[in-house]
């Protein structure tokens, strides 16, 4: 009886194989049709643009090139750059840990509406962003009488550029925690509390950890979207050369004076920026999907 019983569990789970495989297996012929189209779509869209970035940009030669990333206002551009960046990502860092933390652990009153607001940035254009700022802190703003009585400048100058940048990547962190968070649930955090942990012991040894993965992922699309953001950088920087221009309105300016190639030598930073982004993406990933070592 329970050799029949054994035979035909094999035979229904061997049907079903068959079964799911012959529902899925598609002609060999539509398999390529998908890789072709996939990697064609692929090489139009990214490859080829990108090529052509570095083609026009070394074209004119390696000393016109150095010459277009190493004159002055290149360098302002950079600087700013870098400076927004390292404003930018600490202070989305530090809110992300805490949004997220607050919203994964905690109900309250607004929290549907926290949700919203931080995913705010996704849906509002940056441009409008932009411009948000400029009716808050520009001279006919809200608090424009009161920056001018006290001689602060927000508007066209460096902290517009990081208040809006720092707007614009503010979901980055916080969409990549939340999920790992709630998954986790707090049971091992309530655990290291019981056993005598603090705050900040319990965090550093119990959740960071835990979230390291998703925290460096959150970390470097904030960085990469920092580094490129155009449109309401644009807006409240009055494009100021030498002062308020980051790499992306320098090449913008370069592009409409007529300076191709220098403008295809400074894309070319943010194109390679962007590969060593996307290096960096799929390191994580496969670290992250590897098993902790036990020791």
Avoid at 86 to 99: Q, R, T, Y
Avoid at 110 to 138: E, K, N, W, Y
Avoid at 146 to 173: C, M, N, Q, R, Y
Wanted: some cysteine; proline content about 5%.
């Amino acid at each position: 009886m329970n050799t029949s019983t054994i035979t035909l569990d094999t035979v229904v789970q061997t049907s079903a194989a068959e079964r799911h495989q012959a529902v899925t297996r598609e002609p060999v012929w539509v398999k390529w049709l998908l890789i072709v189209l996939g990697l064609g779509w692929f090489a139009a869209l990214l490859l080829l643009p990108l090529a052509t970035v570095f083609i026009q940009a070394l074209s004119p030669g390696l000393v016109f090139f150095w010459h277009a990333i190493s004159e002055p206002d290149a360098l302002s551009a950079l600087g700013l750059t870098a400076l927004v960046t390292l404003c930018s990502v600490p202070l989305n860092l530090l809110f992300g840990l805490a949004a997220a933390w607050a919203i994964a652990r905690f109900r309250f009153p607004g929290r549907q509406l926290l949700i919203t607001i931080i995913d705010l940035p996704f849906s509002v254009s940056p441009v409008i962003a932009g411009l948000m700022f400029v009716l808050m802190f520009g001279s006919r703003g809200w608090f424009g009488d009161w920056l001018s009585e006290h001689d602060i400048k927000i508007i066209f100058a460096t902290p517009g550029i990081i208040l809006a940048t720092t707007f614009i990547t503010v979901p980055f962190v916080v969409r990549e925690l939340l999920p790992q968070m709630e998954a986790r649930g707090p049971e091992e955090e309530e655990a290291a509390i019981m056993l005598g942990a603090s705050g900040l012991q319990m965090f550093w040894r119990v959740t960071l950890p835990g979230i390291r993965w998703s925290l460096m992922y959150g970390v470097l699309l904030c960085t990469a979207r920092a580094v490129g953001e155009f449109g309401a950088v644009s807006v409240v920087s009055g494009h100021i050369r030498g002062q308020t221009n980051t790499l992306p309105l320098h090449i913008e300016i370069l592009y409409n004076e007529y300076q191709t190639g220098a403008a295809f030598a400074v894309a070319s930073l943010l194109a390679l920026f962007g590969i060593f982004t996307l290096l960096g993406e799929t390191l994580l990933a496969r670290l992250r999907g590897q098993p902790t070592k036990s020791h």
